[in-house]
């Protein structure tokens, strides 16, 4: 039996010549960090799992642990998962020994012309046969070991897209949040500015009165307060909307709509940055992991279409009975059994495992390349937020000193009109001025703290806001 295997071996090697993987060009390389100009340190990742948490609010906590729950596009991307997984269980299931029982019972004529001895041949007779079979690949090449390495690989990137898809979501909840509390905002200002202007037109009539108005003036003080109440209308409008978006993001319907309260929380103090953000973090993004798991399983499916090019070699055994006629299946006289290598060589396929091999170096160059394209878009978005950020502190200083300003000269131009030293129309122009930048305040505070949500998310939520 030993002689034998080796001559089989021998002669399995000799004829793995036949059908030969091709030679392939070198693979896509990924991008070294000293060409994105990313930081040559290393700092360990601090994982936040709850950075929301800064933002101080329990409604918004509880929003959050609902969406990461109940969103639908959350559950579709851990079904995924468990696909992958299933499919890694499947490959790994391949690597183990296979038994299985059959058995089966034929009613069959048998011929008169074939080496059957009497009184069998010619004659109609029940043919049965039942036993145990067992299967094994040994894998000698390593293919269904690559195939494992590579449906494990394809598990893990699935799970990463899961931790991408919670980082996506977890954004969108809190940009969605922050804009209820941007509208909601929006229309504390509406609701200041018409009473500021109801207030101007009561002043207005008692200059009227005394004649030194027109009702010229008194006409264009009463036409500005509907037409800021259209303006308080549509931020209630947007703070509806944006109730309507949160209540879908968390996987819930329109009964909880009045269920959502105004937020408490304050922009400025939301997720406030550390001192140093170490470029380093990139590398913690699940959909960078995920894109580098991708290649690991090219690479791996690549050795298992290299190996494919060998033969399998198997071990086969069974053991059984065998009779004809039902009464003689079970005599100890009717066992058969056998063990012994079974060999499969591809000799001739017309260039498919070829082709498959080609395919699967494609592939490589595939997943490079988007790992590649995943990088280049973390170190651009990180980059654009850590910009906008820097920005935003800076229109945020002078904005408010434009604010406190134009709050002054609306004082000082109510009071002397009050007073009936000036005109209406300064009023008008110093009201304009102070509702524009009112407004203008509350957008820039909330852009501020969207910025810095983007930048956690640009990062892959990995550092830590209460950092020194």
């Given at each position: ?46 994982r936040v799992q709850a ?302 495992l070829r082709a498959e ?111 020194p």
């Amino acid at each position: 039996m030993n002689d034998f295997r080796l001559t089989v071996f021998a002669l399995s090697l000799a004829l793995s010549g036949c059908i030969t993987a091709p030679k392939l060009g070198p693979e896509q390389q990924t991008i070294a960090n000293d060409h994105l100009g990313l930081a040559s340190q290393v700092s360990a990742p601090i994982r936040v799992q709850a950075w929301w948490s800064t933002f101080n609010d329990p409604q918004f906590d509880r929003l959050m642990q609902q969406a990461l729950v109940d969103n639908p596009s959350l559950a579709q991307a851990m079904a995924r998962v468990r696909e992958a997984q299933s499919l890694a269980d499947v490959t790994r299931a391949a690597l183990a020994p296979s038994v299985s029982f059959d058995a089966q019972e034929i009613r069959q004529r048998l011929s008169s012309h074939e080496p059957i001895p009497a009184p069998y041949n010619g004659t109609k007779r029940w043919l049965g046969s039942e036993g145990l079979n067992l299967s094994w690949d040994l894998d000698f090449w390593g293919r269904q070991a690559s195939l494992l390495k590579q449906a494990r690989s394809q598990t893990t990137a699935a799970a990463l897209d899961v931790a991408s898809a919670r980082l996506a979501l977890s954004g969108a909840v809190a940009q969605a949040y922050i804009d209820l509390n941007r509208d909601n905002a929006l229309a504390d200002v509406a609701q200041r500015t018409e009473a500021q202007r109801r207030n101007i037109l009561e002043i207005t009539r008692r200059r009227v009165q005394s004649g030194l108005d027109t009702n010229v003036e008194l006409r264009e003080a009463s036409s500005a307060v509907p037409e800021v109440h259209v303006e308080l209308l549509q931020a209630q409008a947007a703070v509806a909307l944006d109730t309507h978006q949160l209540a879908a993001l968390s996987g819930q319907g329109a009964g909880v709509y009045a269920q959502v309260r105004r937020p408490a929380l304050d922009p400025a103090a939301i997720l406030p940055l550390p001192a140093a953000l170490p470029a380093d973090l990139l590398g913690h993004r699940p959909d960078v992991l995920a894109a580098r798991d991708r290649i690991e399983a090219a690479r791996a499916g690549k050795a298992a279409a290299g190996a494919a090019f060998y033969p399998d070699i198997n071990l086969t055994a069974f053991a059984g009975t065998s009779a004809v006629g039902l009464g003689k299946l079970f005599v100890g006289n009717s066992a058969v059994y056998g063990v012994g290598p079974a060999i499969h060589l591809p000799l001739f396929d017309a260039g498919r495992l070829r082709a498959e091999y080609r395919g699967a170096a494609a592939e490589i160059d595939d997943a490079v390349s988007a790992y590649n394209e995943s990088v280049l878009q973390a170190v651009r978005e990180t980059s654009d937020q850590l910009s906008l950020v820097e920005a935003l502190n800076a229109e945020v200083v002078q904005q408010q000193r434009s604010l406190d300003d134009a709050e002054a000269a609306y004082q000082l131009a109510e009071e002397r009109y009050q007073a009936g030293v000036s005109t209406y129309l300064t009023v008008l122009t110093t009201e304009t001025a102070v509702l524009s930048a009112r407004r203008e305040h509350v957008a820039l505070v909330s852009d501020q703290a969207i910025a810095r949500v983007n930048l956690l998310l640009a990062v892959g939520g990995s550092f830590d806001p209460q950092a020194p």
